[in-house]
């Protein structure tokens, strides 16, 4: 490239040619550009053009003072260096990197060539891993706010259902009030009534006293009508006299609600944390396995699969048995994992092939085989992403096979023998989750497999 080739880089320059170069700015200047940057920005690091046009030309250090090229290479340090970076007698700028491992930048290149090639080979492989783990995040994030939802939901379902059965029993209570004040007490009416009795009693006297006062035999119809409309009012006016000491004596009764303020007050103090959210972190039951501890879309498939199942959607696992650390035998598997309710099975082949089955169903060291009538038994697959359910609920879910056997699901479907570092896997017409010859799990061909185990694990499902 010439001189004359290389044009300022300000759009109203660009017909004349440049004469210097600023690294800082990463622009070709004409004289005209050249003045005013040197006024406005002096620290930046301007050459000139025939620097460029140099062969071999690498750019000036960035250090500050330093108006050198780049000459140097510090290993230490992974940076480019120019003289004074090197330089055995130090101060504030120069010989930063004077103890350093240092390679001329000839004899480093090929290296940063190799690594280079690496690196872009490297991101090329990482490009579709991200793009899937953000899909995996982003489907997670949907799967999250989905259970936040739902789980909304059930707390204001909950709450209403309480809501609505308290208010139903305060009406039944304030019904149950009125009726028995109604039966046992007085009511308004009867007082006005009770009221008017003097004034009544006082009305019969005088109209009794009137009739013996004017009778005579012409009139001994009139007394007998009289006689006999004073003795109906006698009768209502007993009858009322009769409430009063009825309704007098009432008072002797105590009506009251239960419970006391006291009670009441526990009661309140109860439903002050009446439910309860619970955060329940599944992932950590892997963190001690050698299985899938580091792969969280396998312990994410793993737990989708049986809360699926279960139908529930808060559990979790314990790990209660490491055959590496627990022993190899059928023996130290069942001294750990019988009768301990559900159980996830996680088994790794010597060949990396990762799989293993859930039940709900306990083990025992009895070589009897087991129904599960709830259909939630599954063997899976994790390098096929695959779960294999039930072909038939009435078929054998797991069985011992042999006493001091390992697990064994379906009629040998996986299993593993008395020395659990040893196991088989069937696919044949009598099995209950593989069948037609298809050894999905091991990859094998025909109808029947083994397999060494490298590492078997058994997890308490907890739910």
Same mark, same amino acid.
């Given at each position: 490239?010439?001189?004359?080739?290389?044009?300022?880089?300000?759009?109203?320059?660009?017909?004349?040619?440049?004469?210097?170069?600023?690294?800082?700015?990463?622009?070709?200047?004409?004289?005209?550009?050249?003045?005013?940057?040197?006024?406005?920005?002096?620290?930046?690091?301007?050459?000139?053009?025939?620097?460029?046009?140099?062969?071999?030309?690498?750019?000036?250090?960035?250090?500050?003072?330093?108006?050198?090229?780049?000459?140097?290479?510090?290993?230490?340090?992974?940076?480019?260096?120019?003289?004074?970076? #090197?330089?055995?007698?130090?101060?504030?700028?120069? =010989?930063?990197?004077?103890?350093?491992? #240092?390679?001329?930048?000839?004899?480093?290149?090929?290296? +940063?060539?190799? #690594?280079?090639?690496?690196?872009?080979?490297?991101?090329?492989?990482?490009?579709? *891993? &991200?793009?899937?783990?953000?899909?995996?995040?982003?489907?997670? %994030?949907?799967?999250?706010?989905?259970?936040?939802?739902?789980?909304?939901?059930?707390?204001?379902?909950?709450?209403?259902? &309480?809501?609505?059965?308290?208010?139903?029993?305060?009406?039944?209570?304030?019904?149950?009030?009125?009726?028995?004040?109604?039966?046992?007490?007085?009511?308004?009416?009867?007082?006005?009534?009770?009221?008017?009795?003097?004034?009544?009693?006082?009305?019969?006297?005088?109209?009794?006293?009137?009739?013996?006062?004017?009778?005579?035999?012409?009139?001994?119809?009139?007394?007998?009508?009289?006689?006999?409309?004073?003795?109906?009012?006698?009768?209502? #006016? /007993?009858?009322?006299?009769?409430?009063?000491? +009825?309704?007098?004596?009432?008072?002797?009764?105590?009506?009251?609600?239960?419970?006391?303020?006291?009670?009441?007050?526990?009661?309140?103090?109860?439903?002050?944390?009446? =439910?309860?959210?619970?955060?329940?972190?599944?992932?950590?039951?892997?963190?001690?396995?050698?299985?899938?501890?580091?792969?969280?879309?396998?312990? @994410?498939?793993?737990?989708?699969?049986?809360?699926?199942?279960?139908?529930?959607? %808060?559990?979790?696992? *314990?790990?209660?048995?490491?055959?590496?650390?627990?022993?190899?035998? =059928? +023996?130290?598997?069942?001294?750990?994992?019988?009768?301990?309710?559900?159980?996830?099975?996680? &088994?790794?082949?010597?060949?990396?092939?990762?799989?293993?089955?859930?039940?709900?169903?306990?083990?025992?060291? /009895?070589?009897?085989?087991? &129904?599960?009538?709830?259909?939630?038994?599954?063997?899976?697959?994790?390098?096929?992403?695959?779960?294999?359910?039930?072909?038939?609920?009435?078929?054998?879910?797991?069985?011992?096979?042999?006493?001091?056997?390992?697990?064994?699901?379906?009629?040998?479907?996986?299993?593993?023998? @008395?020395?659990? +570092?040893?196991?088989?896997?069937?696919?044949?017409?009598?099995?209950?989750?593989?069948?037609?010859?298809?050894?999905?799990?091991?990859?094998?061909?025909?109808?029947?497999?083994?397999?060494?185990?490298?590492?078997?694990?058994?997890?308490?499902?907890?739910?």
């Amino acid at each position: 490239m010439e001189e004359r080739d290389i044009k300022c880089s300000s759009k109203e320059h660009q017909e004349i040619n440049a004469i210097s170069y600023c690294c800082n700015c990463d622009v070709y200047m004409c004289n005209k550009c050249e003045n005013f940057h040197s006024n406005l920005l002096k620290n930046h690091k301007v050459f000139n053009i025939d620097y460029y046009l140099k062969k071999n030309f690498t750019g000036f250090c960035n250090e500050d003072n330093h108006k050198n090229e780049y000459e140097y290479f510090c290993k230490t340090h992974n940076t480019l260096c120019c003289v004074a970076c #090197i330089a055995k007698i130090k101060n504030k700028n120069n =010989g930063k990197h004077a103890d350093c491992v #240092i390679y001329n930048i000839d004899e480093i290149i090929n290296d +940063k060539k190799k #690594i280079m090639n690496d690196n872009i080979k490297y991101l090329k492989e990482i490009s579709a *891993k &991200i793009q899937e783990s953000i899909n995996d995040a982003k489907n997670l %994030f949907e799967r999250m706010t989905d259970n936040k939802e739902n789980l909304k939901m059930k707390v204001q379902k909950c709450f209403t259902k &309480i809501r609505n059965v308290l208010n139903i029993r305060e009406g039944e209570l304030l019904s149950e009030i009125e009726e028995i004040y109604d039966k046992a007490f007085l009511k308004e009416n009867m007082i006005r009534e009770f009221e008017k009795l003097p004034r009544k009693i006082s009305s019969l006297l005088e109209k009794g006293n009137m009739v013996q006062r004017e009778y005579n035999d012409k009139k001994k119809i009139l007394l007998i009508n009289e006689c006999i409309q004073i003795e109906n009012n006698i009768k209502d #006016i /007993n009858l009322i006299n009769e409430n009063i000491t +009825k309704f007098k004596n009432s008072s002797n009764i105590s009506i009251s609600f239960s419970p006391n303020e006291n009670e009441m007050n526990e009661n309140i103090e109860k439903f002050k944390n009446f =439910g309860k959210i619970k955060k329940i972190d599944f992932i950590s039951a892997f963190a001690n396995s050698n299985i899938i501890k580091n792969d969280i879309n396998k312990q @994410n498939c793993i737990v989708n699969w049986i809360k699926e199942k279960i139908n529930k959607q %808060f559990l979790e696992m *314990k790990l209660i048995f490491k055959m590496t650390e627990n022993g190899t035998d =059928g +023996k130290s598997f069942h001294r750990f994992c019988d009768k301990k309710g559900p159980t996830l099975i996680l &088994i790794k082949t010597t060949k990396n092939k990762i799989f293993g089955g859930f039940t709900p169903l306990n083990w025992e060291n /009895n070589g009897k085989s087991k &129904i599960d009538e709830s259909n939630q038994t599954f063997i899976f697959s994790l390098n096929l992403n695959k779960k294999f359910d039930m072909i038939n609920p009435n078929r054998k879910a797991i069985q011992g096979f042999s006493v001091d056997y390992g697990p064994n699901f379906g009629d040998y479907d996986l299993g593993l023998k @008395n020395s659990l +570092k040893e196991g088989m896997t069937y696919a044949n017409s009598s099995c209950n989750y593989l069948s037609n010859n298809k050894l999905e799990l091991t990859g094998g061909n025909g109808d029947n497999d083994t397999f060494q185990t490298e590492e078997f694990e058994v997890y308490q499902v907890i739910y």
